[in-house]
Each structure stands twice: as structure tokens, then as C-alpha cells.
């Protein structure tokens, strides 16, 4: 029974109170009906404390489930999640039954570094002497030979003038370094430490281990400065370049440099993938890395410094949104309902440009498809400000907000529907940051800015990280012009797909 029914039996019982007689008796039954109108004020009281205290435990649970399927947290922070077995399936491991083999072919006999023949034994076991025919079987072993440093010892003489006694000495050629290091050796110091992730004091000891020379961590920090400077041509070109493009995708994560938090940015575009890390992860950021003046497609997640671009030029991440979409379908009531709605046309999206990216649906048909699940996506979405559950709202509010850039990828060729590539050229240095943890200069940071570059750029086109690097040092060295880290070839139509398993 609700409240406002007692109050209302209460007052019509006034008349008949008012009819006893016995004063006793009414005062006692007004003493009942005050303790039943304060009972009835508890009872409302103790009923808000529930729904706070409800809403409070559905919040905490929210919290308690959030994982990397319903929310931006990195799969590498859930080493305790209680994951579901999957059901086994018919498959067994390893290479399966009829699949083609992949056999090593053997070198021609003019690219083999030595021959070695070996001949049949000279009698037979019957007491017959074997003959030597000219058939034979071929077995190719790859060995690593011995390695050790190359020392060269530059010799600068002294003269003296016959006439008048001044003193002259000879000067290093242009090609030489002037450090204790060559180019190679900076070369491999700088790959080692970067695309191979690995610390100085590791690179120290395996230049001990291999090389048998022995260098300190602060040389292992000189020929990072050197290879700095070398770099420092080519990745700016690189940056001048990515800000042109039309089409550049988007990500950031976190760096700390003596410890204060500061924020690595990437941006991807056609090939080339340049790194940017400064202290703030604010708008101002992402308009250094992609020009105040960007006038391309931008493909990211909702993140609010990439808002200063407008919707219609923006493609917001898929992926991003189907961990919201996760999210609320997680809660309870109509959010769920959602939620499941959200996720279901989520994977028919997957499903059909899947089928775009394999060739097997066209264009024109994809767009065509489309064109319902764009109405009933958006129709969701505005049922969703509606919600109850005041994060659902908010979050179908700032969708619809930005609509225009959740369609990008239908129209415009060359546009992916999420942010994958940039993310996985930024996992590169979140993995050398979680083995290194960070650096220790502002010197450091821009070391990491500018080899990062170059392996993810490397990686993007498929070519040698040490390669590059060795010719960067070389020609650094020799005063030269340093090698681009441009596409050599002019991309006419852009394999995003291909892109994303290059990085």
C-alpha cells in the first residue's frame, strides 16, 4: 500500500474519532496514527538509502567487471581473469592433416660459401671395389662463422715547416668517425635497443658475449645520441609528410621520462608512421603531430582532443565502440537491451566489410547494405538517451554527436572502420616501455621519438630496420644527405588490411 493510501484512510477516520466518547481512547488512537505518520517517514527514508545504496553496488560491480572486451584497459593488466573454457574443438595442434609443406629450397652451388665432398666407402662389403659415379645428394648446413670487431688504427702524423717551424698534423678523413664507434656498430647498438627492445646494459653484455668487446652503458648512451642526430633529417621529413596525407589514423598511450607522466602520439598514414612524445595529451598535441591546417580524414577513437576535427572528416574506431557497446549491455533494464541490440548490428558491420576487404562484396553493394543497419544503428542510439541508466545516456549522447563520423569508412575508399593499424604500430613502444620503463633525459625521450620512427616506418614498408640505420650512419658520417623514409613507390590504391599485418 502506498503512502499516499494511509494518509488518506487516516483523515477519513477523523470524523470517527472525533465521535468517541472515551477521551482516553482517542488520545490513544491519535497516538497510533502519529506513530504510523512517522513510521511512514522512516519507511520513505530508508528507501532512498536503498536506491542509493543499489545504485551504488550496480556502479561497484560495473567497476569490479570492467576488463579489455568493455572498456579501453590493456589485456596485459588482467593476469588474473577468470576466463570461460572454450569448447575443444576437432582440430589437434600443430601442422593438420594434408596441409602444404614448407621445405627450405636449397642454395645454387654458386651462392654456397664452401663445398665439401664426400665419397662413398672403396669396397664393397661383398669385396667389390666401388666406383665413384657422378650422382650424389646434396645436404646444406648454415653455420654462423666466427665473429670479432674489425680495430682500425688511424695514424695522424706530425710535420714541421723547414723554413719557418710551424707545426702541421694530419686530419681524419670525412669518412672516418671520430668516436670509437663506426657506423655499423651505432647501426646495430640502435636496433638492438629498439626494434629488439633491449636495455643497454643487456646490449653491453651481448656485444661482451658475442663480440668479446666490452663497452659501458654510458658508450651504449653516446651512440644512441649519435644515431639521434643522424635521424633527425629523415623523420622530420617523414612528420612534413604524414601531415599531407589524406587519410592518417591516430593513437596515443603514456610515457614517463624521470618519472613524470608524459604521452607518446603516432600517426599512420600511407606507409609512413612518425612518433611524438611531449608532456600533454591535450588538443594542442594532436595539432602539432597532424597540423593546425589538417584538412584529411582522421581515423581514431572518441577521445576529446581529436574534436577540434569535424565529424564529417573523422572516422571513429568500431573496436572502441563495441567495448562501449559491451559495456552497457553489462547493466541491468533497458540498457541491456541496448546493448545487445548495439552489439548484434556491431558484428554484422564486421561481417560485411570483411567480405569488402576479401573482394567478395562490391563496393556498391556494401553501400547498399549499409543503409539499414546505418538507420537502425542510429534509431538504437536515440532510444538510448532515453535510458534510465544515466552512463547509457550520456554515451548514446556523445555517439549521436558525432554520427557523421561513424559512416566514414561506407563512402571514402582507403578509410577502415577501425583504428587497428594505429594501435599496433604504438604497441611497439608500449612493449619497450613496459621492458625499459621509460627514459631518463629529455635527450632520451628524443632518441625514442626518432628510432621508433624509423622501426615503425621500416616495419610499415618492410624493410631492414638495421639496413636503414647503417646507411643513415654512413652517410651522417661521410656529411651526406640521409636515406628517406618515404615510400620509394607512389601508392596508387592503399591495402589497409596488409598495412595493419605489416605493423
Not at 470517527?16 to 511512514?40: F, G, P, R, S, W
Not at 670509437?180 to 656498430?185: F, K, V
Not at 573523422?314 to 541496448?338: M, N, P, T, Y
Request: some cysteine.
Amino acid at each position: 500500500m502506498k503512502r499516499e493510501d494511509i494518509s488518506n484512510i487516516l483523515t477519513n477516520l477523523n470524523p470517527a474519532i472525533e465521535a468517541i466518547a472515551d477521551d482516553n481512547v482517542k488520545t490513544i488512537i491519535n497516538a497510533l496514527i502519529t506513530i504510523i505518520h512517522e513510521q511512514q517517514k522512516v519507511i520513505v527514508d530508508q528507501q532512498k538509502i536503498i536506491c542509493s545504496q543499489q545504485k551504488e553496488i550496480e556502479e561497484l560491480k560495473e567497476k569490479l567487471n570492467t576488463n579489455s572486451d568493455n572498456s579501453s584497459k590493456p589485456p596485459s593488466t588482467e593476469h588474473f581473469k577468470s576466463k570461460k573454457k572454450k569448447k575443444k574443438g576437432k582440430r589437434k595442434r600443430g601442422g593438420q592433416t594434408g596441409h602444404p609443406g614448407i621445405t627450405r629450397t636449397l642454395l645454387p652451388e654458386n651462392e654456397v660459401d664452401h663445398i665439401e665432398k664426400h665419397l662413398p666407402p672403396e669396397q664393397c662389403s661383398c669385396g667389390g671395389n666401388i666406383e665413384v659415379t657422378d650422382r650424389y645428394k646434396r645436404h646444406q648446413v648454415y653455420e654462423l662463422p666466427p665473429i670479432e670487431i674489425e680495430v682500425t688504427e688511424h695514424q695522424l702524423f706530425y710535420g714541421c715547416c723547414e723554413d719557418c717551424k710551424n707545426e702541421y698534423s694530419a686530419e681524419l678523413p670525412s669518412s672516418v668517425p671520430t668516436g670509437m664507434l663506426g657506423p655499423y656498430l651505432l647501426a646495430l647498438i640502435a636496433t638492438l635497443g629498439s626494434d629488439y627492445k633491449m636495455s643497454k646494459r643487456d646490449i653491453a653484455r651481448l656485444f661482451s658475449d658475442l663480440f668479446h668487446f666490452t663497452i659501458c652503458i654510458a658508450t651504449v648512451k653516446r651512440a644512441e645520441e649519435t644515431v639521434s642526430a643522424a635521424l633527425k633529417a629523415p623523420v622530420e621529413e617523414a612528420k612534413a609528410y604524414v601531415k599531407e596525407q589524406k587519410i592518417v589514423n591516430c593513437d596515443e598511450t603514456s610515457h614517463a621520462e624521470c618519472g613524470k607522466r608524459m604521452w607518446t602520439w603516432v600517426a599512420v598514414s600511407n606507409m609512413v608512421a612518425v612518433l611524438m612524445i611531449v608532456t600533454t595529451r591535450s588538443a594542442k598535441a594532436a595539432k602539432a603531430l597532424l597540423g593546425e591546417t589538417f584538412s584529411g580524414i582522421l581515423g581514431s577513437d572518441r577521445y576529446s582532443a581529436y574534436y577540434w576535427v569535424e565529424a564529417k572528416f573523422r572516422q571513429v574506431c568500431w573496436a572502441h565502440l563495441k567495448r562501449d557497446f559491451k559495456k552497457i549491455s553489462e547493466r541491468s533494464g533497458h540498457s541491456k537491451w541496448i546493448g545487445f541490440r548495439l552489439l548484434y548490428y556491431t558484428r554484422l558491420i564486421f561481417h560485411h566489410w570483411q567480405k569488402v576487404r576479401d573482394g567478395t562484396m562490391t563496393r556498391k553493394k556494401f553501400k547498399i547494405v549499409m543503409k539499414p543497419i546505418r538507420r537502425h544503428v542510429e534509431k538504437i542510439l536515440m532510444n538510448g538517451t532515453r535510458a534510465e541508466h544515466y552512463k547509457t545516456k550520456n554515451t548514446c549522447l556523445q555517439i549521436l554527436k558525432m554520427k557523421e563520423a561513424l559512416w566514414k569508412f561506407v563512402d571514402t575508399v582507403g578509410v577502415e572502420p577501425t583504428n587497428n593499424i594505429a594501435e599496433r604500430v604504438l604497441r611497439q613502444i608500449v612493449i619497450w616501455r613496459k621492458i625499459c620503463f621509460g627514459t631518463w633525459s629529455s635527450n632520451g625521450t628524443l632518441y625514442l621519438e626518432r628510432v621508433m620512427t624509423v622501426v615503425a616506418t621500416c616495419r610499415l614498408q618492410e624493410r631492414s630496420v638495421f639496413g636503414f640505420l647503417a646507411e643513415a650512419m654512413c652517410a651522417h658520417q661521410a656529411g651526406k644527405q640521409a636515406p628517406s623514409l618515404l615510400p620509394r613507390h607512389t601508392v596508387i590504391q592503399l591495402d589497409r588490411h596488409n598495412l595493419a599485418v605489416a605493423a
